[in-house]
Each structure stands twice: as structure tokens, then as C-alpha cells.
Nanobody, 125 residues
């Protein structure tokens, strides 16, 4: 069984930075591919970034490429999302997701079988 818990959200001015953490118990030593998604009010859930089970291969949505960095510490079963140069349009609830099995990082929410409760990120202009 995998439990996913996000932390690190908050309020920041445009141009600022935040670092989100995702503790995924049961995902030790590369058992899970991981992804970050976000959902703004009135909008559908949107893919942000993903990272492979092993090898640290990363994937990003075009909207965050060059500003966000996903990384993982397999020994700690933790994934991070470093967000720099934040923009008001980045405001959303950010969700971490885990994908067990042999699949790699994916942009499709249906590929993930465990989700966290979300953490709010608010960027003011």
C-alpha cells in the first residue's frame, strides 16, 4: 500500500520560489514513478511534471519547462518540485501522484494509482 502526502505549499509573490515535497510511503528505492499535477478553480487537472522510477528521467509540461524542477530521493521515498519564477497562472492546488508497477513517468492522470490530498499554491501579482 502506498500513501502520498504533499507539503510545502503557500503564498508567494510573482517571481518568487516555492519547493513542494511529496512523501510516498511504500515507494522506496524506485518502486514508483511519480508525477505532479495541478488544478486551478474551474479548470481541469493539469499535468506539471513527472520522474521515472529509476534513472531520474524527468518530464515537464511546456508551461513550466525551465522554471520547475522535479527530483527524487529514493532512500527517503520523497519527490520534490522546485518552482522558480512563479507566475499568477501557477496558482492551483498541486497534487502528487504515484504509479506502481513497471510504467515510467506519465502525463496522464489515469496512469497513476495513488494520489495525495493536494497542497495550495497561491501566486500574487
Amino acid at each position: 500500500q502506498v500513501q502520498v502526502v504533499e507539503s510545502g505549499g503557500g503564498w508567494v509573490q510573482a517571481g518568487g520560489s516555492l519547493r513542494l515535497s511529496c512523501a510516498a510511503s511504500g515507494c522506496t528505492f524506485g518502486r514508483c514513478a511519480m508525477g505532479w499535477f495541478r488544478q486551478a478553480p474551474g479548470k481541469e487537472r493539469e499535468y506539471v511534471a513527472a520522474i521515472s522510477r529509476v534513472g531520474g528521467i524527468t518530464y515537464y509540461a511546456d508551461s513550466v519547462k525551465g522554471r520547475f524542477t522535479i527530483s527524487r530521493d529514493n532512500a527517503k521515498s520523497t519527490v520534490y518540485l522546485q518552482m522558480n519564477n512563479l507566475k499568477p497562472e501557477d496558482t492551483a492546488v498541486y497534487y502528487c501522484a504515484a504509479r506502481t508497477g513497471t510504467g515510467s513517468g506519465s502525463s496522464q492522470p489515469d496512469d497513476y494509482n495513488y494520489w495525495g490530498q493536494g497542497t495550495q499554491v497561491t501566486v500574487s501579482s
